[in-house]
């Protein structure tokens, strides 16, 4: 019940497509999902994030959409870029209480084609 | 740069040694967590502390154990240390206790030998 499911594993797209990635949790305590980008030698890095009582944020060209009774939410990444070529984390907010802990998905290595 | 700051930025030791590691939180943020990334577990959580005082724990194994010091840094102590325990160790801060916005660091690489 602690899981977030994230697929594809990896992802090639060609510069100006859209990339997606897409996450599915089971615990429906989970109340805060954002999304990281991490580049090879660096931290994660956060991108956008969402709270299940909306179903999409935008942000400049990445856009989360949620879906609350799928219990699913997807990233989506508009006129992608070769400088777009990273790791992908989606994660939940999990425990209960004060806790901010994260639990993340298994990660999309994202490659942008020029 | 996400403010977080992480020493040392390579560790390598080997099987059985004590290893400390260091994390300054972003100016302003109370509390810090601990998360360790390996290719076969993914980032996982290990340890959450919240002005000084232990917030939530993940899966930390008793040989590991944490700190926050007064002045909010933290440490990660790591002992008898084991091949598997070669890892990335990211720490990340966020204002509050249950704050949502959480900035990693740029990690410590550990390397067991």
């Known amino acids: 019940q602690q899981q977030v499911k994230q697929s594809p594993q990896s992802l090639i797209v060609q510069k100006g497509g859209i990339s997606i990635i897409n996450c599915a949790y089971e615990n429906t305590a989970f109340d805060y999902f954002p999304w990281y980008q991490q580049f090879p030698g660096k931290g994660p890095a956060l991108l956008i994030a969402i709270r299940p009582d909306v179903s999409e944020k935008k942000e400049g060209r990445f856009t989360i959409s949620f879906n609350k009774s799928a219990k699913q939410f997807s990233l989506h990444i508009m006129d992608s870029q070769p400088g777009d070529s990273a790791t992908y984390f989606c994660a939940a907010r999990g425990g209960s209480g004060n806790t901010g802990k994260l639990i993340f998905g298994q990660g999309t290595t994202l490659q942008v084609k020029p | 740069d996400s403010g977080v700051t992480q020493t040392p930025k390579h560790l390598i030791t080997a099987t059985g040694q004590r290893v400390t590691l260091r994390c300054s939180p972003r100016?302003?943020?109370?509390?810090v967590y601990w998360y360790q990334q390996s290719l076969d577990q993914g980032l996982q959580f290990l340890i959450q502390y919240y002005n000084g005082e232990e917030r939530a724990k993940g899966n930390i194994l008793e040989r590991f154990s944490a700190q926050q010091f007064p002045d909010l840094h933290s440490e990660l102590n790591l002992s008898s240390l084991e091949l598997g325990d070669s890892a990335l160790y990211f720490c990340a801060s966020s204002w509050q206790g249950g704050s949502h916005e959480q900035y990693f660091g740029p990690g410590t690489r550990l390397t067991v030998t």
């Open positions: 100016s302003g943020d109370l509390s």
